[in-house]
């Protein structure tokens, strides 16, 4: 059976890609041209590069023929692991590098042996906590048992190995001259078809073993949201991820400019960002993390091959000591979780290990210099360990998180923005400046009240194998390109990242006075959490009095405990009424709209506060949406509708005024349909 998949069609004849114009010098001593190199044919070798130039005799304008093959070599001349085809007129085919066999292969060896590991400890615990010894007669047993677990995690890896190497045989890339194809599976047979002119953002991926190694994952995201999957190419050598994702866009570019000569690659051989820019008078920044980052990336791995120029770097920049702290301290959540999730799985093992002796004494000396510290007063001691057990949890999140922004760069190259981060897991992102729907810039309330904020782009996002159902569930943040910045910086990132947003409009419209009283009435009661939690209680403390009897001993003292609970919880309901009304108050004052001859500006404040800027002509239709309510204080929300995320994003604005709303849908009528 035959699976396929193949990105919607731009409608436009294929045309091969131009050439650039450059002559490129002849490499004599390489042994794999560049992608998109120009090799004269009286010098032309066996084929095993990427694209094969036109003969002189080929007429102007004539179509030229990508990756022929007119003389199939030996063996082994393929870089890459490419081999022949049977048809000489296909495209070369490129194989993923041999990591992909013998590193997945480790990889399941060492989650099994964690396992084996663990479930052999908990074993031999249980054993000691039910009164069990081990003596000479039980060595034999233990022997067998030993030969078994390694003899079947040689005989699971052997399996692993196997299944990957046959993987490995049908897994393979071509560059067609209209399409991107990847080709895997063993008895299900799989082809991805990717038109250049599609193709969103080459992403990379690394775990610490891969960069040791020298190889990544290459994620291509393709144009389309949740219609399309993005393609993942696993175990690819760095440099050959860097030349593909040089040519895959050179291509995308010829094709979108309609020109028919053959591209002529810039892809020369260069060691680290010799090329970048700078702004004058702006130095670079960087953090204690950035050294031993930029060492693992000049190392590049066993594997990993000379560094490849994508283009030129016109604008750089990173993260202060001062920045990468903060980060690390205001983004807890996800990382306290795991901390939590793996606390949690190791509390059976821990209950088998405090039950026997030797826990318990433990146990017991434990207890006594805790109780000795803070002289008997159990409750002191008791939220002394909680405390502590919660700074720990917080210092470790922090250092994650940190060591996951470790590294950090943002740059312009060319027409792309690229990000990358992680100081064990590399990470790099990056999306042509086509594709990028909107600039957000987001303040929680600590960050507000510090001046920072998380500076990002909204872009179209694809949906990866596996995760549809996930991923649409999700309200994606877009592309990070600082995630704790000075305000102050936001203008100086956004002119040299992102300069095509330079004229965002500034002076926002705020929404309509009544909008305030609207505001308190739906924050404070109709969505307040103090005000339907004080409904709970009073129904809760008015069920209880009457339905237990006050005249028997134990229901006057359960009353007494639920009436003086009542009024803790009521003191409870009070400060989050208060803090509804705050946060009302806050979004009149924070939100409003602003539009000019390009671009468009939605801000909703409160006690956090987001602002959306977005170009007109990425608005794919706006609408305004009233209830009774609504149309008896004239106001109406206005909703403008963009394609950034999975399955896009609607940005809206509640109780604008009757006028101002308006007035904006005649200004978005010109970009596309509309709905009233």
């Excluded at 193949?6 to 490499?27: D, F, H, I």
């Excluded at 500034?506 to 339907?532: C, E, H, M, Y």
Aim: a neutral charge; hydrophobic letters at 45%.
């Amino acid at each position: 059976m035959t699976e396929e998949q193949r990105s919607p069609e731009s409608g436009m004849p294929p045309v091969p890609p131009s050439a650039s114009g450059e002559q490129q010098p002849v490499q004599q001593a390489s042994q794999q041209p560049a992608y998109g190199q120009q090799i004269p044919p009286y010098q032309q070798p066996a084929p095993g590069g990427y694209a094969a130039q036109p003969t002189a005799q080929q007429p102007y304008g004539a179509q030229p023929v990508f990756d022929q093959h007119p003389v199939q070599p030996a063996y082994g001349q393929y870089p890459n692991g490419a081999y022949p085809q049977q048809n000489p007129a296909e495209p070369m085919r490129h194989k993923v590098h041999h990591s992909y066999i013998w590193l997945g292969s480790l990889q399941v060896a060492g989650m099994l042996i964690v396992i084996a590991f663990f479930s052999v400890f908990s074993s031999v615990i249980g054993a000691i906590a039910d009164g069990e010894s081990i003596g000479r007669a039980d060595a034999p047993v233990l022997l067998i048992v030993g030969i078994a677990v390694i003899v079947g995690l040689i005989v699971i890896v052997g399996l692993t190995a196997l299944i990957q190497t046959l993987s490995y045989k049908h897994l393979y890339y071509e560059l067609g001259p209209d399409e991107f194809n990847l080709y895997s599976g063993i008895f299900n047979k799989k082809r991805v078809h990717v038109p250049y002119q599609r193709i969103q953002s080459v992403n990379q991926k690394a775990t610490l073993v891969q960069r040791l190694a020298g190889v990544c994952t290459v994620n291509i995201d393709t144009a389309g949201g949740s219609a399309n999957k993005a393609i993942t190419i696993p175990y690819l050598q760095n440099s050959e991820a860097e030349r593909l994702r040089t040519e895959l866009f050179a291509r995308k570019q010829a094709i979108l400019s309609g020109q028919a000569a053959q591209v002529a690659g810039q892809a020369n051989v260069v060691q680290g960002q010799s090329g970048a820019v700078y702004p004058a008078g702006h130095p670079l920044a960087g953090n204690v993390l950035d050294m031993p980052a930029e060492i693992l990336t000049d190392v590049r791995g066993v594997f990993g091959g000379a560094a490849v120029d994508t283009g030129r770097v016109s604008y750089e920049y990173g993260m202060s000591n001062k920045e990468l702290v903060l980060t690390g301290l205001s983004n807890n959540t996800g990382f306290i979780l795991i901390v939590l999730a793996a606390l949690g799985s190791v509390a059976g093992l821990a209950e088998q290990i405090l039950s026997t002796a030797i826990g318990r004494m433990l146990v017991d000396n434990g207890v006594n210099f805790v109780m000795q510290s803070f002289a008997g007063n159990t409750i002191w001691a008791i939220t002394g360990v909680v405390v502590v057990v919660f700074l720990v949890v917080w210092v470790l999140s922090i250092i994650g998180t940190c060591i996951s922004f470790g590294g950090f760069k943002a740059r312009r190259r060319d027409s792309r923005i690229e990000v990358e981060h992680g100081l064990l897991q590399h990470q790099f992102h990056g999306v042509d400046i086509d594709r990028v729907q909107s600039v957000i810039i987001k303040q929680s309330f600590i960050r507000r009240l510090l001046g920072y904020c998380e500076l990002s782009l909204g872009k179209i996002d694809a949906v990866t194998e596996g995760e549809e159902g996930q991923q649409k569930s999700l309200n994606p943040q877009g592309l990070v390109i600082h995630p704790f910045v000075k305000m102050n910086r936001v203008p100086e990132i956004l002119a040299g990242l992102v300069p095509e947003f330079a004229d965002v409009p500034t002076d926002s419209r705020p929404v309509a006075k009544v909008a305030l009283r609207r505001a308190i009435i739906r924050r404070g009661i109709l969505q307040g959490n103090g005000f339907w939690l004080a409904v709970v209680v009073v129904v809760g403390q008015l069920l209880a009095n009457a339905l237990l009897p006050s005249t028997e001993p134990d229901a006057a003292s359960i009353l007494f405990f639920v009436n003086t609970g009542a009024i803790v919880l009521y003191v409870l309901c009070a400060l989050l009424l208060v803090l509804d009304i705050i946060g009302a108050v806050l979004w009149y004052r924070g939100s409003g709209f602003s539009y000019n001859r390009r671009f468009m500006q939605v801000s909703n404040g409160g006690f956090s506060r987001e602002s959306v800027s977005f170009p007109r002509k990425k608005i794919q239709y706006g609408f305004l949406k009233t209830n009774p309510f609504q149309r008896n204080a004239r106001v109406a929300t206005i909703n403008a509708r963009t394609a950034a995320g999975v399955g896009g994003t609607t940005l809206r604005l509640i109780d604008v005024s009757e006028q101002d709303a308006n007035t904006w849908l005649d200004w978005v009528k010109p970009g596309g349909s509309m709905v009233q």
